[in-house]
């Protein structure tokens, strides 16, 4: 696969995992904690189509996707240990929050997947801007801290955002 394809793959999910990151921040600060899980959810799996694309790795499922992050990324040591075990469970969520009305889905759910699903988008978003065709993160970037940022009210206990990385973010 030839470098434009790849970077124009890249590209396309990096639009997909902006438009759910502020989306997430839209639901979560509406309090709605289904659709904001399921925005994390759908970030955290455009951002691992995205490091796949940029390492020309096309898969056909969510399943499929797991697999693949953890042979080119986890293994290889690029990414923590327990990614696609974090990943698996934030889908599970994600089937809850879509699928069964009688799962409680809370502030406090949010907030704790929130944290991993930040980490996680900041690791790949390094990966691409390092190693990747030459897509621009920038905007995922700008709504990813938009995410981190984000005070979540409605939980018990701490609600502020996590810490910021900004620092260790530069441009594309």
């Known amino acids: 696969m030839d470098k434009a394809t790849l970077k124009h793959e890249v590209a396309n999910n990096l639009i997909l995992l902006e438009e759910e990151l502020r989306s997430f921040a839209a639901n979560a600060g509406a309090k709605l904690w289904r659709k904001a899980v399921t925005n994390l959810y759908y970030a955290a799996y ?65 907030i704790d997947q929130r944290k991993w699903v930040v980490g996680f988008v900041n690791s790949a978003l390094d990966i691409i801007r390092a190693e990747g065709p030459g897509a621009s993160v920038s905007a995922a970037l700008a709504a990813l801290e938009q995410a981190e940022r984000l005070v979540i009210a409605g939980a018990g206990g701490d609600t502020s955002p996590p810490p910021s990385r900004s620092k260790r973010r530069g441009t594309p």
């Open 46 to 110: 455009d951002a691992t189509c995205a490091l796949l694309w940029s390492k020309g790795v096309k898969t056909e499922s969510h399943e499929g996707a797991q697999s693949m992050l953890s042979l080119h990324f986890v293994r290889a040591g690029a990414l923590p240990k327990d990614t696609t075990k974090n990943l698996s469970m934030l889908m599970s969520l994600r089937h809850a929050a879509d699928y069964k009305g009688d799962v409680s889905i809370a502030a406090q759910d949010v």
